[in-house]
């Protein structure tokens, strides 16, 4: 967490990225030193927020565009994502990590009713648990 660097002239920012809850904190512990990216491309500032939980750091994150996990088991679920959104307050949230390993396929929907008197829009994607094939 902490570094800064380019890709393809692109800015991005590594954030920490951690699990906060009891459950979850063999996982992806604080010491691992985890991140997830903030970047820049014309403009609009994207976050990956990585596998977390919502932390405090997210309160001095940046973005118009959050990828936030919310499948539960190793990162947040639906139901705790809106705190990480509230830190965040991006103008689109896209959840992901969820609808195949973990979290169910209504879970994106779920979050979208959670934070809808925020106003922020939620993109759920279509097909949460389709997986690309390996190359």
Known sequence: PGDAFEVLGWPVDAVPAY???????????RSNGWVGYVF???????????????????????????FIPIGGYYTMDANEAPEAVKLIDPELVVPMHFGFYVGLPSDGVRLAKLVAPKPVHVFVPKNPGLVAPML
């Open 19 to 29: 699990n906060t809850a009891e459950e979850r904190l063999e996982f992806h512990p």
């Open 40 to 66: 820049t491309i014309d403009g609009v500032r994207y976050y990956h927020a990585g596998d977390t939980d919502p932390i405090p750091e997210m309160e001095s994150i940046s973005c118009d565009v959050a």
